[in-house]
């Protein structure tokens, strides 16, 4: 018997890893084959999108999606994670940053800009996770890379003892680290700055208004058709290049982006092409 194949897409709960996510839903599916799209520390909630048997093929290119953030930065502290989970420092008092201050800093944090992503991130330094080697207490230097924030809002201030949360409305690249984006703010201010919550409220066209939280029941699975509607171009084709795109061949057909959907007479999804030429070449095929 076939086992079926989709997408599910979770607001995971704090305390919980992406893994452990994936492990829950292997249980209520019975199946090996799930994984995940675009990794969520423990302490944050939100979208995860996670891929079911042939649908984990989609997932490295659901991953490159832009994504939004609700996040709050405490001004005042540092933290050996950038976060909430690491060792937190008293750095200098933040609580007399007024808006002017705070919108001095932010401005060079929006647009294309280089980041340093935060030392615990999954980045791989000499085949290990950079993570890894900062919580062995190992020194870790990564390299800045290109990124894009294209929404940097505040939404809210609250001033503490000697420190000052500053909730911010995150539009941003695939890559973009918020941990990065509240160490840089509190460098900027002389204050310090880690993230005390972080909640991802969308990838690319999946909404956290329509995600489920995993309960004892299986959840309904977003059809392959369905999941590449939303993330890329798509484009029907008739019988003759559905065998075509079976057998996995080029086509002299011109496909539309990158990344396009092809989708079967009767809808269903066939494979992701890209152009070649003047016509269009595989780049996973899914039946």
Do not use: W
Not at 174 to 201: E, K, M, P, W
């Amino acid at each position: 018997m076939t086992q079926s194949s989709g997408l599910v897409v979770v607001d995971k709960q704090a305390g919980a890893t992406s893994h452990q996510v994936v492990s829950r839903l292997r249980r209520l599916l019975g199946t090996r084959k799930i994984g995940h799209a675009g990794t969520l520390d423990p302490m944050a909630t939100g979208v995860l999108i996670l891929g079911v048997n042939r649908a984990t093929r989609l997932l490295g290119h659901l991953a490159l999606h832009d994504k939004r953030y609700l996040a709050t930065v405490r001004l005042g502290e540092s933290s050996s994670t950038d976060d909430a989970d690491g060792e937190v420092t008293p750095v200098a008092p933040a609580d007399g940053v007024d808006a002017e201050q705070l919108e001095h800093a932010l401005a060079p944090l929006r647009g294309r800009i280089s980041q340093v992503p935060s030392a615990v991130s999954a980045i791989k330094v000499n085949g290990q996770r950079a993570y890894k080697l900062a919580r062995e207490g190992k020194e870790v230097e990564l390299a800045a890379r290109a990124v894009e924030v294209s929404r940097l809002d505040v939404l809210d201030v609250r001033p503490g003892a000697g420190v000052l949360d500053v909730d911010l409305d995150v539009e941003c690249s695939s890559g973009t680290y918020i941990r990065a984006i509240a160490r840089d703010l509190g460098n900027a201010l002389g204050v310090g700055g880690h993230l005390t919550s972080l909640r991802r409220t969308r990838i690319g066209g999946y909404d956290v208004a329509e995600a489920v939280t995993l309960g004892n029941e299986p959840p309904r699975l977003m059809s392959m058709a369905e999941g590449a509607r939303r993330s890329f171009p798509c484009i029907n084709v008739d019988a003759s290049a559905e065998t075509d795109i079976r057998f996995g061949r080029a086509l002299t057909m011109p496909v539309p982006a990158e990344v396009t959907g092809m989708l079967s007479p009767t809808g269903e999804l066939l494979a992701l092409y890209r152009p070649d030429g003047d016509g269009s070449r595989p780049v996973a095929v899914l039946v």
